[in-house]
Structures are given as C-alpha cells and as structure tokens.
C-alpha cells in the first residue's frame, strides 16, 4: 500500500464556502455591535482600529476567491469605507461577488499551488483557509475590542 495514491476529498466545495459565510455573517453582527464613533478610532495596546482591520478583510476576500477561481491574481488594497454603514454596505456586496466567484472554481484550482499575489506560494485550497483564518483572527480581536468597551461580543457559535 505505500505505493498506492489515493485522493480524499475531506470537505465539498460548497460547505467550505457555507463554512465561510458562517464567519462572515459572525463578523457583520460584530461589525455591527461596534458604536459608530469606535469602529474607525478606538484600539487597544497598539493595534489597528476594528475598522481598519475589517478594511484588510474586505480588501482580500473577492481578490483571493477571483484569483483562485481564474489565476489571474490581481493585486489587492485595503478597502477604504469610513463609516459602519459604509462597511456593512460594502460587506454584503462582497458577499455575493464570493458566493457568485467561488461557484466559478474548478476543482482542480484548489489543489494548483501558485504564487498568489506575488508573494504568497500555497494551493487554492491553503490561500482560502489563510483568508478564513485571517477573518476569524481579526474578528477575535474585535471581540476584544468590544468587552474592553463594555459591550458584549456576539455569540462565537451563532454563525446564522
């Protein structure tokens, strides 16, 4: 059997996109609790604001869906909203550019390793979980944030 090559599919295509909008749904209601008057101002020892890391997120996710789904890998900016209306307006577009983007995905570009961006080498498959792991690092932090200002953060769990 050590000759033998043998492929698993651990997880479908379309649950780890279900997967992912479960976190993005949990970021928006995070988004969401922040005051208006904090999103883009309030930090704590030295970090950037939950805004500006929330901009970070809305300016790889359809970047490194789209480049994944096509090759093409289009270099990415930090969105620039600066109102809490302006990044949840923002937020659900991307949204569907995602959900439309990820559908295009053959399945064999999620085991292509290329060089995305120009400086990341590491498969389809590797770059959407760093971009997921990314959110849910961020949104951590903006967990943080809010019990620091006395506001209870949404449940972790409830990702509907």
Not at 81 to 107: C, S, Y
Not at 133 to 158: C, K, M, S
């Amino acid at each position: 059997m050590a000759n033998e090559t043998t492929s698993v599919s651990v997880i479908p295509a379309e649950a780890l996109l279900e997967h992912w909008q479960g976190h993005r749904r949990l970021t928006r209601k995070t988004i969401e609790a922040f005051p208006e008057d904090k999103l883009f101002t309030y930090t704590v020892g030295g970090m950037r604001t939950f805004g500006e890391m929330v901009c970070e997120l809305l300016g790889m996710a359809v970047p490194s869906v789209e480049g994944v789904a096509t090759g093409k890998w289009q270099e990415f900016a930090h969105a620039k909203p600066t109102t809490k209306m302006g990044v949840l307006e923002m937020w659900d577009v991307q949204t569907g550019q995602i959900n439309e983007a990820f559908a295009r995905i053959p399945l064999a570009r999620f085991s292509a390793v290329e060089k995305a961006f120009g400086q990341w080498e590491m498969s389809g498959i590797g770059l959407l979980l760093y971009v997921i792991d990314n959110e849910i690092h961020h949104r951590a932090q903006g967990f943080v944030y809010l019990r620091t200002l006395g506001i209870e953060p949404p449940p972790f769990w409830e990702r509907s």
